[in-house]
């Protein structure tokens, strides 16, 4: 007498599982919840995408309008985002990203175990594009490690060379560039850029922290938000502004305006928010602390208008539709897209920008922005239809 289980192990050995198919799953029932062979639901997976961009977070989030021009180009497209593991909490359920890996042994085992149709490096990092390099796919785009033996950087393919000779050339990219940041990274893979947006999905519990946020603050939250993003990364201390230009535009808010205004920050910002509090002699709320990106994220849609330099913060404003009025001092402000949300402020000097980490002039570029200037901003933004 047969038995039961080599029953079952026969008719197991002959049915067809189609691993291409968009909803197969593998170690787990798919959205048919049926086996392969007898389904109607059958969806042939698209090309295969390997996304490698690392960081910086500000960068991470500005790369997130290509998945939508992958999808649109390549048709059922199955994309994989490699990234960094600080910067996994701000590509969380987004659109159009089918599995999102943090760099860790575990993913780059992973990776190099699989197959993809196209590898997509849009990091100069050495370890970025030596796994670039490393990785089997059918198309490469973007950058790669140069076959010179001390582990420079270059790029696949032809239509990267844009973005390749914008690092090498100061005068290209300081003074002659007008395309933004997204159109460079579109083209590099041979994309056109139509205006796609950020993506940025906020939760519930990432929107109550804010909630409690001005409940222990005995407030009502019925007066619109003026959001202040007194900091910036670590890496280049030379993008902020200054204490007194934002304690002068916090006054004017409080008084013309009648404004709550907010200063927003994370641990490194406690005692640049402590000193812009006692120029402005104004009770101002206060978030610098312990919070997640995504928790600093809700503080940001719940502004009616962000001041911001040239930072993560900027890119999530715009990520949220927040209007925005972003400040340039050091950086290339021609690179950033608006999507017609605010408007630029830019430092008038003959120097601007430079990307240099120390200056010797007085005032600095982003010194020499007045409050007035961005007060006259502010004004007409606070103003506009919503």
């Not at 582990?151 to 973005?163: K, V």
């Amino acid at each position: 007498m047969v038995s039961e289980e080599k029953i079952a192990a026969e008719r197991f050995a002959y049915v067809q599982f189609k691993t291409d198919c968009q909803f197969w799953q593998g170690d787990k029932p798919c959205a048919q919840n049926r086996f392969c062979d007898d389904c109607e639901a059958y969806a042939k997976l698209g090309p295969r995408i390997l996304l490698i961009k690392l960081g910086a977070r500000g960068d991470v989030l500005r790369t997130t309008p290509l998945l939508a021009g992958l999808k649109k180009k390549y048709a059922k497209a199955h994309i994989t985002w490699l990234t960094a593991p600080e910067s996994v909490e701000l590509l969380q359920d987004i659109s159009g990203l089918d599995r999102l890996l943090a760099w860790e042994l575990k993913s780059l085992v992973e990776i190099q175990a699989r197959t993809f149709d196209i590898v997509i490096c849009l990091d100069k990092d050495p370890h970025a594009i030596g796994l670039a390099n490393l990785v089997q796919a059918e198309q490469k785009l973007g950058w790669n490690l140069a076959a010179d033996g001390v582990g420079t950087p270059h790029i696949f393919n032809p239509e990267a060379a844009y973005s390749l000779a914008l690092g090498v050339s100061d005068d290209l990219k300081f003074k002659k560039n007008q395309k933004t940041y997204m159109q460079i990274i579109f083209e590099a893979v041979g994309l056109e850029y139509a205006q796609e947006p950020y993506q940025l999905e906020l939760g519930g519990q990432d929107l109550a922290c804010f909630k409690k946020f001005i409940q222990e603050q005995n407030q009502a939250a019925q007066r619109p938000i003026l959001g202040l993003v007194t900091g910036c990364g670590p890496a280049f201390q030379r993008k902020r502004w200054t204490e007194s230009g934002f304690a002068e535009i916090a006054k004017r808010a409080k008084k013309e305006l009648q404004a709550e205004v907010v200063l927003l920050g994370g641990p490194d910002e406690i005692a640049v928010n402590e000193s812009i509090c006692s120029l402005a002699g104004e009770r101002l709320l206060d978030t610098s602390g312990e919070h997640t990106l995504r928790e600093f994220a809700g503080f940001i849609q719940a502004c009616r208008v962000v001041i911001t330099g040239d930072t993560l913060a900027l890119h999530m404003a715009l990520a949220l539709k927040r209007p925005t009025i972003a400040l340039f001092g050091p950086t290339c402000a021609q690179e950033i897209e608006m999507f017609g949300l605010g408007e630029k402020v830019v430092a008038e000097l003959s120097c601007v920008p430079c990307y240099r980490q120390t200056c010797d002039k007085s005032p600095t570029c982003m010194e020499s922005i007045s409050p007035d200037t961005v007060w006259s901003v502010l004004q007409q933004l606070w103003r506009a239809p919503a």
